[in-house]
Each structure stands twice: as structure tokens, then as C-alpha cells.
Nanobody
């Protein structure tokens, strides 16, 4: 499945932002979707994931509270809502897909999407 993240941009600290991860195939609903980010000079970081039916999500401890993942299988799209943006949220945000949520958690998904840049100014 091909995935494309979008919705990034230049934001102010305290803003909210919703990123989208769009898939080109109707098989999107077969895949768990994960969100990741990579800040300048740092390793890629797992943010969280959502199972294929959307009924359950899993988040890294470091991001719990401000990040919410959801999906709309009818639109072949997953979302990452980020509230109260901070300058340290500045990163390229990626989505990825895999049949198993576990593979997203351990950062070995089958499919990586292209990222979208989020820059947060103070």
C-alpha cells in the first residue's frame, strides 16, 4: 500500500494540527497504521499506531496526552491530531502501514509513506 502524509507546515507554539495519511488503495483497511517523526539530528521516533479497524490505539509513553490517532477507512485515510504544539515537535512526520501493529511499534513496518514537515516556532 502506498501512503502519503500531508498537512504539515509552519506553526506557532500552542497551535493544534491534524496530519493526514492517505492511501492509494482500498486495501488500506487491512493495515494497522503508525505515525513516526524524525527531528533534525535525531533518530526516527515511534509516536503511536492504530489497528486496522480503528477500535484500538497505542501510543509511546513520551507522547501520551497531546497526540491522538484516528482513521476513516471509508476515506482510506488516517490522522494524527497534535494539540498544544511545542517547538520540540518540529520534525518530519511519517506514516507507515503493516498488517501487524507490533511491527509498527518496533519500527519495522512493511510500508513507509513519505513524510510531511512540521515546524513549530516559539
Amino acid at each position: 500500500v502506498q501512503l502519503q502524509a500531508s498537512g504539515g507546515g509552519l506553526m506557532q507554539a500552542g497551535d493544534s494540527l491534524r496530519l493526514s495519511c492517505a492511501a492509494s488503495e482500498r486495501t488500506f483497511s487491512n493495515y494497522a497504521i503508525g505515525w513516526f517523526r524524525q527531528a533534525p539530528g535525531k533518530d526516527r521516533e515511534f509516536i503511536g499506531g492504530i489497528i486496522r479497524g480503528g477500535g484500538s490505539t497505542y501510543y509511546a509513553d513520551s507522547v501520551k496526552g497531546r497526540f491522538t490517532i484516528s482513521r476513516d477507512n471509508a476515506k482510506n485515510t488516517a490522522y494524527l491530531q497534535i494539540n498544544s504544539l511545542k517547538p520540540e515537535d518540529t520534525a518530519v512526520y511519517f506514516c507507515a502501514g503493516d498488517l501487524k501493529l507490533h511491527n509498527l511499534v518496533v519500527m519495522s513496518p512493511e510500508y513507509w509513506g513519505q513524510g510531511t514537515q512540521v515546524t513549530v516556532s516559539s
